[in-house]
């Protein structure tokens, strides 16, 4: 073809979009496979929610509420912040987006720890800036490298937390003494998209910092905890200054009506929640003990997934736990060729997840001997 893009959009890798279920049951000939590879509410959707998409569904020839005055009020009131504060997106992936579009310019740098969500380098460089990565130490983030890392031509940095595919999280004095560190003309990102899962007392909670003289925006999402990956909405809390420059941006109508109906009512689920939360932290606990009674090395985690050192080919751990109907993430494309992330499922799909692992493990010890 003639048509060539703009220089910068062949610098992409495009999103590996996962295989739906369905298609990996037809592949490899099985049924009743568990899907733990996406972080997704293994609850399912939040009923409340699933109520409100109904009773929308008669309005669905009217446009969706631009603003989203509704949902962005109640998250207000909830979270302890101005409405103006907030910025509503087709998934927190939405805003981010946002955020790249307004603040960084062809040649500006963006700098994030390696592995990171795969979005930011693909935000980053649709907008002609250069994603600048720093490796994990330990698999904890390094914050002092990352500020050693700053350029004059830096415009934004990414922090997760809890991280993702780690699941290991920052304390406040760490990131406060991190953001002391750095220019002003420097936008802070901090996804947050797993942070109602952390227990710890000592795990940042961003919102603790959000204030008009602070450039950091804090990402939440419904994808998780409230179960709505499907429908896509997630939002940002930033000072008022940023959210309005986004608003520039931002499509007129980016949160659709069902999507605004299911979170506003999500947000009063307040049994589904303490539901989630209740099964993750029990499961987890569950999944760690077995773990540690079969001799398999796992990391702690403040999410609903951890990382699980197989010490041997993740890729064909991967595919065998695929033949048992268990689909996990393999990180080899993350940087770590032996372990593998596992989303904390109901018992009866981690005793499946368990019982396939203890039988690839055994399988490959036989095959070695
Ligand atoms: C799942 C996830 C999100 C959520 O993205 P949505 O667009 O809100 O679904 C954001 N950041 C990270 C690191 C995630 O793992």
Known sequence: ???????????????????????????????????????????????????????????????????????????????????????????????????????????????????????????????????????????????????AAVTEKTRMVFITNPNNPTGGHITPAQFEAFIASLPPHIVVVLDEAYIEFANSPDCLDGLKLISDDWPVAVMRTFSKVYGL?????????????????????????????????????ALDDEEFLRETKRLIQTELQFLQNSLTRMGVCWFPTQANFFLIDVKQSARSVFEALLQQGVIVRSMVSYGYPEYIRVTVGTRAENIRFLKALERVLDLRETIHA
């Open 1 to 147: 073809m003639k048509i060539q893009p703009a220089g910068h959009i062949l610098s992409i890798t495009p999103y590996p979009p996962g295989k739906p279920v369905e298609e990996v049951e037809r592949e490899y000939g099985i049924k009743d496979s568990v899907k733990l590879a996406s972080n997704e509410n293994p609850l399912g959707p939040s009923p409340k929610a699933v109520a409100a998409i109904i009773k929308a569904v008669a309005g669905l020839h009217h446009y969706p509420d631009s603003g989203g005055y509704y949902l962005t009020a109640k998250l207000a009131a909830k979270l302890g912040v101005r409405a103006d504060q907030i910025v509503l997106g087709n998934g927190s992936d939405d805003v981010i987006g946002m955020l790249t579009r307004v603040y960084l310019k062809p040649g500006d740098t963006a700098i994030m720890t390696d592995p990171s969500f795969l979005m930011y380098d693909i935000f980053v460089r649709t907008v002609g800036a250069e994603p600048v990565k720093i490796p994990l130490n330990e698999l904890a983030i390094d914050l002092p490298a990352m500020a």
């Open 229 to 265: 990956a499907g429908i896509r909405i997630g939002y940002g809390i930033m000072p008022a200054e940023m959210a309005g420059m986004l608003h520039r941006v931002r499509q007129p109508f980016n949160t659709n009506s069902l999507a605004q109906a299911a979170a506003t009512a």
